[in-house]
């Protein structure tokens, strides 16, 4: 019978909430749980689900995974790895799971390891089949350097890797097993439990309805995907319909296999399954209307989910109106075709098989290249958009979509950099590469810069922001040297362009370098000499503000508190009229630690509050670290060690996530290092340890929000 609880969440981790009743696999759950249990006496440290398209694996995999979460006090990662295209990513996207907003140039392995040393973890590689060899090379890697650590992979391909343990998943049995109470088998109740979804229950006092819908999920094979795609289409055909068009349009096993099988195959598998998954799917797909085909199709495009909005930018045309597109969307959803986002409302996604039928078919079209076109077209608008209005009011919502559309952002400038027009290619890639900069993705940012740079593209615009992006990166990463270099690319650019604006953010890449090697001084005398021109609301007019942050930084650190302090109030105020947060939670940053030197406690407390408060919006690691350094300091001098230490825990946690301690900079380690001191002699080892460890064993959510709490 149909197992409907939900496994209550955990505080650590990232796996979805689940959707549907979870169906039968009690043996195969229960392997899978042992297998995974670290007090379990399990030797295997790798566990792989594989087995064709459809049959279950990610559902299954999830469910072990919540099972056995409190095993894992680090948490249980998902990494869905179906949106990645690319090889030699697969690394970049633990970390990325992982929330590690890494700062540095390190292997990103090294970086991996080095902050999951010690802890206990369970990591779920989703969807490898693509990506084998690069999955299993950050497995072994990661396996033999983080004893704590252990992997749950779905694929239809084992990973072949020493000590692997495989669980081959079959499809649901459609007779019940011998013993068993319930008369049917697993593949008939989930069908009879979408069936009921679809408004088409089955009586239980039936016997040909539930011989019809046994028949049913017997052609079927019993295969997940394939039962809760045919179920779906008892909303417009009864069960006898359904069956007798199963029986015309699935072929017998001796016909041949089409492209996607070999998609959906694994190396030695029989094909039939595989060509009962395909043809189902293909039935599913004739029995659409037209334009619901066509739309089908071209949704295949998108990478990592999509919104009816977007939808209607990139798939309309022909005869395909967009006023057509939101009725055809919830048709194909309604037919279980496309899926809601469990996480995201108005967001929807499709399984990879499903997609990959749609790919097929778009190529079969003639349109894939088209439509890819106008993909990549819409998010290069869609990233000059956010670069436009990244410095007003709309900075969250832009920083919530890069979020979101991080995946097709990727696919458009992979795409954009493939083509031979260099001048788009770093267009895109300049905006991208600010977006992506300011939102925590710096490595993906000086990835695609790199590339898009390397091609010498011609002067303009988009090669001077590209420049600027790529330094400022570079700045965040702690490579100063690096920083200097782009600092004269971007200066000469930005003269060659004639842009009063483009040569005063290029002010920022120069000053924020010598301020973060102290060369106070010097980053003064640099910054100051900057004009002060009208802000903009762009990206450069982010730049404007960043360059005016990075002079109040500097006379902070030098020890000048007064003129630190007026400079970010000049700063907090245009963030303020301009109705940005990521400049302006630095400047209540700045201002709350010249509070503190002059001795108003309570206005620093709540100055570094704001400030963790504006950098938590905006998802920024390294701003929410520095605050959480300076209230610490702040909470101490009123007396409250105890929550002090907690605060440097937490403080501590952020920072293993940026890999940068304290951004490397001299004098933000001897500022912190000063506070745990001063806590530790209030409240003595044994105590500070306590406090301490307890904020260290927070959540990046729970800690951000006791920072952020008044007691």
Same mark, same amino acid.
């Given at each position: ?63 072990? @995974? ?34 590690? @907003?890494?700062?540095? /140039? ?137 069956? @007798? ?218 090669? /001077? ?103 970010? +109030? ?17 400047? +209540? ?5 010249? +509070? ?100 260290? @064993?927070?959540?990046? +959510? ?10």
């Amino acid at each position: 019978m149909p197992d409907t609880t939900h496994p209550n969440p955990g505080n650590l981790g990232n796996l979805p909430p689940e959707t549907h009743s979870f169906v039968g696999r009690r043996a195969e759950l229960a392997r899978l749980q042992a297998a995974l249990d670290p007090e379990g006496g399990s030797a295997a440290r790798l566990v792989s689900v594989v087995g064709v398209g459809g049959v279950g694996k990610t559902r299954l995999a999830l469910r072990a @995974a919540a099972e056995v979460r409190d095993a894992y006090p680090d948490g249980v990662w998902l990494t869905e790895l179906s949106p990645l295209h690319t090889p030699g990513l697969v690394d970049l996207a633990v970390m990325e799971t992982l929330r590690l @907003a890494d700062q540095s /140039t390190r292997p990103v392995l090294d970086v991996i390891i080095e902050w999951a040393h010690g802890k206990r973890l369970l990591l779920v590689l989703d969807s490898c089949e693509h990506l084998l060899a690069d999955c299993a090379k950050v497995a072994a890697a990661l396996l033999s350097r983080v004893p704590g650590l252990r992997i749950l992979v779905t694929s239809r391909e084992r990973l072949a890797l020493p000590g692997e343990e495989v669980l081959a998943l079959e499809p649901l049995p459609v007779d019940g097993r011998t013993g068993d109470s319930a008369p049917v088998g697993d593949a008939v109740t989930l069908f009879a439990e979408r069936a009921a979804a679809a408004g088409r229950p089955l009586a239980d006092d039936d016997p040909a309805a539930r011989a019809t819908a046994a028949a049913v999920c017997r052609r079927l094979d019993g295969i997940p995907l394939a039962l809760e795609l045919a179920a779906a289409r008892l909303a417009d055909l009864t069960l006898d319909q359904l069956h @007798a068009r199963l029986g015309e349009r699935l072929p017998s096993p001796s016909e041949l296999p089409s492209p996607l099988d070999l998609l959906t195959s694994a190396p030695g598998e029989r094909p039939p399954r595989h060509q009962t998954l395909r043809t189902a799917i293909g039935w599913s797909h004739e029995l659409c209307a037209p334009l619901e085909r066509l739309l089908w199709a071209r949704l295949s495009v998108f990478t990592g989910g999509f919104c009816e909005e977007t939808v209607q930018q990139v798939c309309a045309g022909g005869p395909l109106a967009p006023e057509r597109i939101p009725g055809l969307l919830a048709r194909l959803v309604a037919q279980s075709i496309v899926l809601p986002d469990p996480v995201i409302s108005a967001r929807y996604r499709m399984l990879d098989t499903v997609r990959e039928y749609g790919t097929d078919w778009l190529y079969a079209l003639g349109e894939e290249r088209a439509v890819r076109r106008r993909h990549r077209e819409h998010y290069a608008r869609l990233a000059h958009q956010g670069c436009a209005e990244w410095n007003t009011g709309r900075q969250v919502a832009w920083c919530e979509r890069v979020l979101s559309e991080h995946a097709n952002f990727r696919a458009a400038v992979e795409s954009a950099l493939a083509e031979p027009d260099r001048e788009a290619a770093v267009e895109m890639a300049g905006h991208v590469g600010f977006l992506w900069r300011h939102c925590g993705y710096l490595r993906e940012a000086a990835h695609c810069l790199d590339q898009a740079l390397a091609a010498d593209p011609p002067p303009g615009h988009g090669r /001077t922001l590209a420049l600027w992006s790529r330094g400022a990166v570079a700045i965040l990463q702690g490579d100063q040297e690096a920083a200097a270099n782009w600092a004269v690319r971007c200066a000469d650019a930005a003269r060659d362009q004639g842009s009063p604006v483009a040569a005063v953010a290029a002010v920022y890449l120069r000053g924020g370098q010598l301020a973060l090697t102290s060369r106070q001084a010097e980053a003064i005398a640099v910054l100051a000499a900057a004009p002060q021109l009208p802000i903009q609301d762009d990206a450069f007019g982010a730049a404007q503000l960043q360059v005016r942050l990075a002079l109040s930084l500097a006379h902070v650190l030098l020890g000048e508190y007064e003129r630190g302090r007026e400079v970010a +109030d000049e700063v907090r105020t245009a963030s303020r009229k301009q109705g940005e947060y990521w400049c302006g939670a630095f400047a +209540d940053y700045l201002i709350a630690q010249a +509070d503190l030197a002059h001795g108003d406690t309570p206005a620093a407390v709540n100055g570094a509050r704001t400030s963790i408060a504006g950098h938590a919006l905006l998802h920024n690691t390294v701003g929410a670290a520095m605050s959480l350094d300076l209230l610490a300091a702040a909470i101490v001098t009123t007396g409250d060690a105890h929550r002090a230490a907690r605060l440097l825990g937490i403080g501590t946690r952020l920072w293993e996530l940026t890999g940068r301690a304290q951004m490397d900079s001299p004098d933000l380690i001897a500022t912190r290092r000063t506070c745990e001191l001063r806590v530790r002699e209030r409240l003595g080892d044994t105590a500070y340890a306590s406090g301490y460890g307890a904020g260290l @064993a927070m959540s990046y +959510d729970e800690g951000i929000a006791y920072a952020t709490s008044v007691q």
